[in-house]
């Protein structure tokens, strides 16, 4: 079976350790949008920071962003798709979560809502490139449901057992980075967007390629035709990918495209 999407993550596999896109993995993904493959973003960072790269990789096609809960279009501004988590749910979780003194922040109509101006949400803000609004009052008292929330916190071992019994069916937690927790409905995923705007393209499940390396890959490399681990995946990623390519700081994503570009490995049917 031919492929014809390409899906790849941002963090931990598209960007090196400076959030950059590497001139050679850049190089790559611009031939295979050449090529006419329907290269994609898939990444848990919101619209408005994934979009620069999408623009500095000349990608046109709809992004999947917030870890799967939105789709939007770059072209047309279009929301194809979009899962927030529940208005009530979302600020139960921000009121306890800042009960207990743990930062978190929401990301309200693609704004990123801080509840004080501290070093967390200044460190975001650095390596996301996205400026933020300190809201401390008004994340109290959300006006719309929230695509996403997150946690930053040394506690996220023990907040996540915590959380994930209390709001049991209720909400979906999965960790990007070291630190993070990252909050949304239930059922959320990138695999899930991505079969939606499959479909909405008319290509099949197994003719998409997904490459990724962290706990918010899982599902897409799990179930596409094609998964790829980067090297610096983490190991369920590693176990559940057809092929390991090289690490991101080692040009794994040029690596397997031009693995698949030459046709030098046969690939699943």
């Not at 006006?143 to 040394?154: M, T, Y």
């Not at 996540?160 to 069916?169: D, I, M, Q, V």
């Not at 079969?195 to 962290?214: F, K, N, P, T, Y």
Request: charged share 25%.
């Amino acid at each position: 079976m031919s492929l014809k999407m390409i899906a790849m993550d941002l963090d931990g596999t598209l960007l090196d350790e400076e959030k950059n896109i590497a001139p050679e993995d850049a190089a790559a993904v611009k031939d295979a949008v050449a090529a006419g493959y329907y290269v994609t973003l898939a990444t848990g960072r919101m619209y408005r920071s994934a979009l620069p790269y999408a623009q500095e990789l000349r990608l046109t096609h709809p992004l999947v962003v917030y870890n799967g809960a939105l789709i939007r279009d770059p072209g047309t501004g279009e929301n194809l798709g979009q899962w927030p988590l529940p208005l009530d749910v979302a600020q139960s979780v921000l009121d306890d979560l800042l009960g207990w003194g743990i930062y978190v922040q929401a990301y309200v109509d693609d704004t990123l809502w801080a509840p004080r101006d501290c070093e967390e949400v200044r460190f975001y803000s650095r390596f996301s490139r996205v400026p933020y609004e300190v809201k401390t009052e008004a994340i109290r008292h959300l006006p719309q449901a929230p695509h996403k929330l997150l946690v930053i916190s040394d506690q996220v071992r023990t907040l996540r057992p915590e959380l994930e019994e209390k709001y049991r069916g209720k909400i979906k937690i999965v960790s990007s980075s070291k630190g993070f927790l990252e909050v949304t409905a239930p059922g959320t995923n990138k695999w899930h967007a991505l079969q939606a705007l499959a479909a909405r393209e008319g290509i099949r499940e197994e003719e998409i390629l997904c490459v990724g390396d962290s706990d918010n890959d899982l599902e897409m490399i799990s179930h596409a035709g094609f998964g790829v681990a980067m090297g610096n995946a983490s190991d369920p990623v590693r176990e559940a990918a057809r092929v390991v390519t090289a690490p991101n700081t080692r040009n794994g994503v040029a690596r397997i495209i031009r693995t698949i570009l030459t046709r030098q490995v046969e690939v699943p049917v």
